[in-house]
């Protein structure tokens, strides 16, 4: 399924709980404020003080030695490919993973880095076994295997500790590194109520959003070895992501670090109580914020403009929709949603 085909047109109402996604969030008046004060230089000079901060309060919170600022989650996947990988080289990771399925191959356009799609487990993990035999012998006829990027949560399923650590211990023993596709970072934590620390010292590097369910704007950012992330930072400058007083939007990144880490629990439980209220009308696979709903008859364009004309915003694609639950949906209108849904089943 294409999470992101299918979305529906303009609204016909006020849009007063948009479920389509967590990026859909805006900067609150705290963010802003954050912002407008913010500290800002010429950071390919190295000199934006907030920058440097996000960098290294990121790195040192998650036990890494540096981090790195970046436009997005595929662009901060793919410098850290780049960085971990030659041409030639190959990546392990999981088929329906973001970096398989959604980067548009840009490691391997790029970086002439091969992808070898692995299945992914029920839990969203991958198995060792297979990680183990998907590495390829030292022979000139394949790919060198590099590195295993695994990805948590993967639609919104937190994958327990113990099998992100037996995945990354199979490639390990391979010589493998091993990169954390972790733009839900936080909400993996959350909901696996273990240390960030803990999580983090499974993988060298790791990707994380400050524009999904933490709400900044903008950005991402990479953390790992020090020499890594200046290969990394070198990759950027090529990329054409090297830019200068970023510490606007890097503030944002730090007061979504300081102040909606904490409260992303409340998304995972509004979306237990989205799960539980929709699956009288169909099928329901629960994530920490997100809700994937199958009715019977499936998502139909119809059901999007009936919750569309109530300022409901859904997409939908192949019958199914994805809700997501984040910091600007809130209790009322959850409710308005549920209403929809409620009257849209023929309840109210
Ligand atoms: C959104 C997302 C990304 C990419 O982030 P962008 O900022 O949209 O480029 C990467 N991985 C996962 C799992 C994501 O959900």
Not at 123 to 141: C, F, Q, W
Not at 183 to 212: H, P, Q, W, Y
Request: proline share 3%; net charge negative; glycine share 12%.
């Amino acid at each position: 399924m294409n999470q992101y085909a299918a979305v529906q047109d303009a609204p016909a109402a006020p849009i007063l709980c948009d479920l389509r996604s967590d990026t859909v969030t805006r900067p609150d008046a705290g963010m802003m404020a954050a912002m407008a004060a913010a500290e800002v230089g010429d950071d390919v000079y190295g000199e934006d003080a907030t920058v440097n901060r996000l960098e290294a309060t990121l790195a040192e919170r998650l036990g890494k030695e540096a981090g790195l600022f970046l436009s997005s989650g595929t662009q901060s996947n793919l410098v850290g490919m780049l960085a971990h990988c030659a041409r030639g080289e190959e990546v392990l990771v999981g088929r329906g993973y973001h970096i398989y399925t959604y980067e548009a191959a840009g490691a391997s356009v790029l970086g002439g880095i091969a992808l070898d799609p692995l299945e992914v487990a029920a839990d969203g993990g991958l198995e060792p076994a297979a990680i183990t035999s998907a590495i390829k012998d030292d022979d000139s006829h394949h790919a060198m295997t590099r590195l295993l990027a695994l990805e948590n949560t993967h639609n919104g399923q937190p994958v327990p500790l113990a099998r992100c650590k037996a995945a990354a211990d199979a490639a390990r023993a391979a010589g493998l590194s091993v990169h954390l596709d972790g733009a839900r970072f936080f909400n993996a934590v959350e909901a696996l109520g273990c240390a960030e620390t803990e999580l983090a010292d499974l993988f060298d590097t790791l990707s994380i959003c400050m524009s999904k369910g933490l709400g900044a704007p903008v950005g991402s950012v990479l953390v790992g070895p020090r020499d890594l992330i200046q290969w990394a930072r070198r990759w950027r400058k090529m990329l054409g992501g090297g830019m200068r007083q970023s510490g606007l939007l890097a503030a944002a990144g730090l007061y979504a670090l300081d102040t909606n880490v904490a409260r992303l629990a409340e998304d995972r439980m509004r979306a237990e109580r989205l799960g539980q209220a929709l699956s009288q009308y169909g099928t329901v696979t629960q994530g920490t914020n997100m809700v994937f709903f199958t009715p019977e008859g499936g998502v139909t364009p119809a059901l999007q403009h009936h919750m569309a004309a109530r300022g409901v915003m859904l997409s939908g694609a192949e019958g199914t929709t994805r809700l997501v639950l984040h910091k600007d949906v809130t209790d009322a209108g959850l409710r308005t949603a549920m209403d929809g849904f409620a009257s849209a089943f023929g309840q109210a």
